[in-house]
């Protein structure tokens, strides 16, 4: 089985995250990609015009180093899926759309700014470009509609796969599983609450502004850093091993309280939650 996960990219992620972006590219080729314990992943990073424009202000305005590696990294990968298009889908593992441009023209405002909000209208023309980009994959192209129909039938075969009546073995890790995702979601909410929907086109930015103007148009966005705490878990990666162990011992060790903002929040003593774990033997004096 194999997860598919779709990202719409801004300059910001890029930037910022490139570090990010290059390690989900070596998790995907690795062999540990091809054991059973791990998931198949197979992600698609769609580049709006905006992303390339930005990347390239960046890399001649302001020299920025990590803008001129990250356009390098788009270059490097369209030359290499273009090498495997007649080959097995799965063997590029992260496919990098890049955008046409004509699309954008095709999109009216009033698809993107769906609540008629004034304020929308007065910002730039690059940020108006993005948002017609993420107005395009979410809602408006083919695929959009295409994953909706996908989701639905892939939630009916993941309920009927999910209930064994002939193995109380099987139902016994069953309920382990379900007691893990509950005490985890108290930690990772924010993650899920972000891709509950598989194959949902999300945007990625790092941008608090982007952010601001993809809420006023109902397009869902998150974090590099939630991203990569999907695919590490997704992947079984040592890093997501050993954040459960640590969410685990503030869960045992916590009281699970209620923030005045709604959020499930945990309280514990600093003294009952071990940060680094220490070698047997006694600590060196002076």
């Known amino acids: 089985m194999v997860n598919n996960y779709y990202f719409v990219i801004d300059a910001s992620a890029f930037e ?20 059973k314990k791990s998931k198949k992943v197979h992600i698609q990073l769609y ?3 905006f992303t390339i424009g930005e990347l ?17 990294f788009i270059e490097q990968h369209n030359l290499k899926n273009s090498l495997v ?13 890049m955008e046409y441009q004509d699309i954008l023209s095709t999109i009216p405002w009033s698809e993107v700014n769906i609540h008629h909000i004034d304020r929308l209208n007065k910002i730039p023309k ?21 994953l909706q129909v996908e989701e639905l039938y892939d939630d009916d075969i993941i309920e009927v796969e999910d209930v064994d009546v002939s193995s109380t073995k099987n139902n016994v890790k069953r309920d382990k599983r379900i007691e893990d995702s509950e005490d985890n979601k108290l930690i990772h909410k924010e993650v899920d609450n972000n891709f509950n929907s598989k194959g949902r086109w999300i945007l990625i930015t790092e941008d608090s502004e982007v952010r601001q103007f993809a809420d006023l148009c109902d397009i869902p966005h998150c974090s590099i850093v939630q991203v990569d705490s999907l695919l590490s878990k997704d992947l ?11 969410n685990d011992l503030v869960l045992r060790s916590g009281i699970k309280q209620v923030s005045s903002d709604g959020n ?21 004096t002076p």
């Open 47 to 49: 580049v709006p015009t």
């Open 264 to 284: 499930d929040i945990v309280k514990t003593k600093f003294k009952k939650t071990i940060y680094a774990s220490r070698g047997s033997g006694k600590l060196w």
């Open 16 to 35: 910022k995250g490139l570090g990010n972006i290059k390690k989900w590219d070596q998790w995907l080729n690795s062999r540990k990609n091809t054991q």
């Open 85 to 97: 298009a007649n080959q097995i889908q799965d063997e590029a593992s992260l496919e990098i759309i």
């Open 126 to 146: 690059r940020f108006k470009d993005l948002l017609k980009s993420c107005a395009y994959k979410c809602r408006l192209s083919n695929d959009a509609f295409e």
């Open 56 to 72: 390239e202000f960046l890399q001649f305005r302001r020299r920025s180093n990590n803008a001129r590696e990250a356009l390098k």
């Open 236 to 246: 079984n990666d040592k890093t997501f091993k050993d954040t459960r162990r640590f």
